[in-house]
């Protein structure tokens, strides 16, 4: 019985399965082919990024398929986290862990047997534990195993960025139920921890899923920290909505920025490990559940966050190796909501991080580590897309051609220089070298170094020997990190950074491919925030009022607020204003079981919302704002017409909006829609000409900008309501 499919004739098509278990249309990419390999029984090996979706790889198949899918996960709070969403989806999960009493765990073994269940999540030591393997057993020859899911299996390969012995024993998996299939999920693994992972798991011919690690919502910049970095980051977290995190290397750091961010008013808790552990997990919980704005942190807070909707991380130090940084920063925007990664780049913290890397009682752990720190460092320093550093990182060269525009360097580009003759005479003197050294001991060659090293090696009767005395050591290595970055030379990555050539390489000593190199200017920092489809007053008023009721019916339910709702679903209602099921059913993210659990409430709050505002449910406004003024022109609706009335009679907008009861807010919202209409609005009336002629000015100069950056260019004595009206009757008299 283990792993046979349900028939087929339950749903037409995949995707139908989809729209009914978990409310979504369509899969993401790379999802349907490891689904469709599950169902067949296939072993797996999934690598998707952060937020990539690959809990739906095994969670929908278990569903499709009979019997019970069995998920190690490494972390409790991760697991309690899973099993609530699911609960709440109104698929049937639980988990056995050392949290749970006897009485608990009896519970839940009957529930299993009887076939009540469809997911079981299990710790690694939990699935090892005396008579584990009897209920498994068991479960096989009653209700069935459909499958044996891996999540987080880069723990199990000790080149993974976190490398836990206990996952080396899965492995028996595979010998004691050699019939069930086994997948293995990541959101990280390079190249050689992939082969890992297999290789422990005992993975028969997997399908092997490799996601782009591209994250195109996420925005990365580097700041300089100075004397006053506390004051920067201080501006940061104000500037920016939502929740976030911000990574520390020391836990006397997490401390010392937790209180001080709270004695300026922030709303933010620690987390470390030399908290207790109720302390931590109570601390993790009133921020996953939203009671808590801010999480300062050690990179001990991390694996178990199934927050989707963070929408800010920094790393106020800097972190200590690439593949952990993609990691943290990748804790923003899950949701696929856009979100800002920032990493704060202070020397002094360099050389913390090397002191406590010479700690290590290895040798060779402490090598690779000041490898991978250097590396870090290069990431910090480069001045070519920070995106493509990335994707370099993990191997994937389908790299990114052009400016990502969502990075510091490609939103604020450094000037770019041919330095293709500085690219051959580096090259070639990494060929007249061997290929047996580092760039610091090339840079010395070029630049004609009589140190000790250099004479005993007879390097100074090299032809490259003082070819570059014209150059200065940092020109040196920032041609040097750009080679790198652009794969035009490789470097081991042994914990001893050997230069390496490769075909490029050839070509550019061939003179067939040129180089450019971003020359760095003084910094300027980078935009604040990537940028956002910019909403209406109405839009965040009712998106605020729809978060407040998720944040009730989660807590009623003891469960984070995202588990009933992601916030990219309830932008979407903000947007649409569903006031039907039906159409609440259209919403992304809204199943059959989440229809019937909160249609009417939120439904309800929105025709509530649209009565209070004289609003009405209008999901193709931005479709038609979008159309040249002359097909926009149409009679507009009652609510509009009273406050046109009311205007036309020589009301101010606060005069009308006393007289119908509504805020100053939602009449100018009125009238600007009224304009865009194409009916006459008297804006002279409301908005003193000189102060007109001032934001037309500046909506000239700012032509794309957003709503918040005209203001700031204005200042506070303009209101939001004048810039808007301004705007509109500008924009209508200049449109096709």
């Known amino acids: 019985m283990a792993g046979a499919a349900l028939p087929t004739a339950a749903f037409p098509s995949l995707e139908t399965a989809l729209k009914h278990h978990f409310g979504y249309d369509q899969f993401r990419l790379g999802q349907r082919p490891v689904i469709e390999a599950v169902l067949k029984n296939q072993d797996a090996l999934v690598i998707m990024p952060t937020g990539g979706g690959k809990s739906l790889c095994y969670q929908l198949p278990a569903l499709l398929k009979l019997g019970v899918m069995v998920v190690v996960s490494p972390l409790i709070a991760l697991m309690q986290d899973q099993v609530d969403s699911l609960t709440d989806n109104g698929v049937a999960a639980t988990c056995l862990n050392s949290s ?52 987080e299996a880069h723990c199990v390969s000790e080149w993974g960025h976190d490398f836990r012995p206990e996952y080396r024993q899965l492995s028996v998996l595979r010998e004691k139920f050699p019939q069930i299939g086994v997948m293995g999920l990541t959101a990280t693994a390079t190249e050689r921890v992939r082969v890992d992972i297999a290789q422990q798991l ?50 006397k750091r997490v401390n010392e920025l937790a209180q001080r961010l709270t004695e300026d008013g922030e709303s933010v808790l620690p987390y470390h ?49 690439i593949e952990g940084y993609y990691q943290e920063s990748g804790r923003a925007g899950r949701d696929g909501e856009p979100a800002h990664c920032t990493l704060y780049l202070a020397y002094g913290d360099v050389a913390t991080a090397e002191y406590l890397i010479s700690q290590k009682p290895d040798e060779a752990e402490q090598r690779i580590a ?46 770019i220089e041919d330095w293709t003759i500085e690219a051959q005479k580096f090259l ?71 230069l390496k050539l490769n075909a490029a390489s050839w070509q550019v000593l061939r003179k067939q491919i040129p180089v450019q190199v971003a020359v760095p200017k003084d910094f300027t920092p980078g935009p604040a925030e990537a940028s956002t489809i910019e909403d209406t007053t109405e839009v965040a008023q009712l998106l605020t009022v729809l978060k407040a009721l998720r944040k009730k019916l989660a807590d009623q339910q003891s469960v984070p607020p995202y588990v009933v709702f992601p916030e990219s679903a309830l932008r979407q209602m903000a947007r649409t204003r569903p006031q039907t099921l039906e159409a609440f059913g259209q919403v992304s993210g809204v199943g059959s079981r989440k229809l ?18 004289g609003l009405e449910s209008d999901p193709g406004a931005a479709a038609r704002r979008s159309r040249p003024a002359r097909e926009r022109r149409q009679a507009v609706g009652d609510t509009h017409r009273q406050t046109l009335d009311l205007h036309r ?40 000409v000189n102060r007109q002629r001032t934001i037309v000015t500046v909506l000239t100069e700012l032509e794309n900008a957003s709503l918040t950056e005209i203001r700031d260019r204005l200042g506070p004595t303009f209101s939001y309501e004048d810039i808007r009206l301004v705007r509109a009757a500008w924009q209508m008299e200049h449109s096709p």
């Not at 300089?224 to 836990?251: A, M, N, T």
Request: glycine share 8%.
């Open 100 to 151: 749970l009493d006897y009485g608990s765990i009896r519970q839940r073994e009957a529930e299993l047997l009887a076939g009540n269940v469809k997911l079981l999540y299990v710790s690694p030591e939990r699935l090892m534990s005396p008579g584990f393997f009897g209920l498994l057993e068991q479960l096989i020859k009653t209700v069935g195993v459909s499958g044996f899911a891996i999540d």
């Open 202 to 251: 005992r993975l028969r011919d997997p399908l092997i899923q490799v996601s782009s690690f591209n994250r195109p919502n996420l925005f990365y910049e580097v700041r300089p920290k100075g004397r006053d970095g506390y004051q920067e980051l201080r501006r940061q977290v104000k500037q920016h909505q939502g929740s976030g995190i911000i990574y520390c290397l020391s836990r």
């Open 273 to 321: 490990a030399g908290l207790s552990d109720d302390t931590r997990r109570e601390n993790q919980t009133r921020f996953i559940r939203d009671d808590v704005r801010l999480m300062v942190a050690t990179v001990a807070f991390g694996m178990g966050i199934n927050k989707p909707d963070v929408r800010f991380v920094i790393h106020y130090d800097i972190p200590r190796n």
């Open 370 to 415: 000041r490898q991978q720190l250097r590396q870090m460092v290069d990431y910090a320093e480069t001045t070519v897309c920070r995106r493509r550093v990335q994707l370099s990182y993990f191997g994937e060269l389908e790299l990114l051609e052009g400016l990502c525009h969502q990075c510091d360097n490609c939103t604020n580009p450094p000037p």
């Open 428 to 498: 070639s003197c990494v060929a007249r070298c061997q290929e047996r050294f580092g760039m610091a001991h090339v840079i010395d060659v070029l630049r004609g170094s009589k140190k000790q090293k250099i004479m005993d090696l007879r390097h100074d009767q090299l032809s490259t020997h003082g070819i570059g005395k014209d150059r200065s050591v940092d020109e040196w290595r920032l041609l040097g990190r750009s080679l790198l970055h652009q794969r035009l030379v490789d470097e081991t990555s042994d914990g001893y950074p050997v």
């Open 596 to 613: 019937t659990q909160y249609g009417e409430v939120f439904t309800d709050a929105i025709r509530q919302f649209c009565a209070d505002y």
């Open 649 to 688: 009679q020589g009301l101010s907008l606060q005069e009308i909006a006393d007289q119908r009861g509504l805020k100053a807010t939602t009449i100018a919202n009125h009238l600007e829609q009224i304009i865009r209409q194409g009916e006459t609005v008297a804006v002279d009336q409301l908005v003193d």
